[in-house]
């Protein structure tokens, strides 16, 4: 199955180290950052008997100017027959969104789960063993978000970028890099 082949090149601990000391030697302003991705069905009570997707905790760490941020998400992967579809899902009710991480995530029940209505989902396709997708959401009528992720054996390459009236907000020039740690 290619939901299989995907979470297992998605999920794992990765960072951007070697990209980061490469733009500090450049001079060049850019966040370390890290990504922990765990696949985490087995804290979902109650998910339907046929259920055939991944709920991934996505824990991401950001630091710039010695200053750590961190940024966790719930998204839910599912094979369709358009590719790998990701869909975001709000923090379960209960838990802290500051620190909110696989290790700290209390069991919860499928049906108290909710899809983000912000976030339009991502859709990814395969080729020559690279997945590749993204999708552009609009949080609010002057808020855009736009991802773009390339998935490969070697890196996660992923873009995003916030724009307020037009103009970004957060999100870099180059895709974040990270690697296998």
């Not at 069905?41 to 991401?60: A, C, M, Q």
């Not at 552009?136 to 890196?155: A, G, N, T, Y």
């Amino acid at each position: 199955m290619k939901l299989d082949e995907f979470t297992e090149m998605m999920t794992g601990h990765f960072d951007n180290k070697e990209q980061f000391d490469k733009m500090q030697a450049e001079g060049k302003t850019y966040p370390y950052a890290e990504h922990v991705n765990t696949i985490c069905n087995d804290k979902i009570k109650n998910l339907p008997e046929d259920f055939n997707g991944r709920f991934v905790v996505e824990e991401s760490y950001y630091e710039t100017n010695g200053k750590r941020h961190a940024s966790p998400h719930l998204f839910l992967i599912t094979e369709t027959e358009q590719g790998i579809l990701l869909s975001s899902y709000e923090i379960p009710e209960g838990e802290d969104k500051k620190v909110f991480s696989y290790a700290s995530m209390k069991k919860v029940d499928y049906a108290e789960l909710k899809k983000s209505e912000k976030f339009t989902p991502a859709l990814y396709h395969e080729k020559d063993g690279i997945w590749e997708g993204g999708s552009i959401s609009q949080f609010s009528p002057v808020m855009i978000f736009k991802l773009w992720e390339k998935f490969s054996d070697r890196c996660l390459e992923v873009s995003e970028s916030m724009e307020v009236n037009g103009k970004r907000t957060f999100g870099y020039d180059e895709p974040i890099i990270y690697k296998r740690v």
